[in-house]
């Protein structure tokens, strides 16, 4: 991972724009409130869904997708963030909430 766009989760301004590159049930069971959802491989087709003018915090489970997303969205003229150890890192290893979709317990899949 390149340090120069790595952060880590302390690391991200208070409502900062955050990018959940993670597939729909990994999202339904658990995301961060807020966060913008695009699948990594729906990345190239929604880069108008996404707020050009904004430092973007992309993460996904434990920090590979978004690393290949972030060195994507940097060649496309996004000034993007991967955020280190992902979802495991925001919500269990520093318990910063999650809600879900399903109504139940949110949890990191």
């Known amino acids: 991972m390149d340090e120069e766009t790595t952060v880590t989760v302390n ?5 900062a724009t955050i990018v959940d590159v993670r597939e729909d049930d990994e999202w339904e069971a658990g995301h961060i409130e807020g966060a913008y959802h695009v699948p990594l491989g729906e990345l190239p ?33 996004f000034d993007a963030f991967n955020v280190q150890g992902g979802m495991g ?14 109504g139940e ?5």
Do not use: F, H
């Open 45 to 77: 087709a929604r880069l108008d869904d996404l707020p050009l003018d904004d430092d973007m915090y992309v993460i996904c489970r434990t920090g590979g997708r978004s690393n290949r997303a972030v060195a994507w969205l940097n060649q496309n003229g």
């Open 105 to 109: 317990e949110p949890w990191v899949k």
């Open 11 to 15: 690391d991200i301004p208070e409502g």
């Open 89 to 102: 890192s925001w919500n269990l290893d520093n318990g910063k909430p999650i809600v879900s979709e399903t």
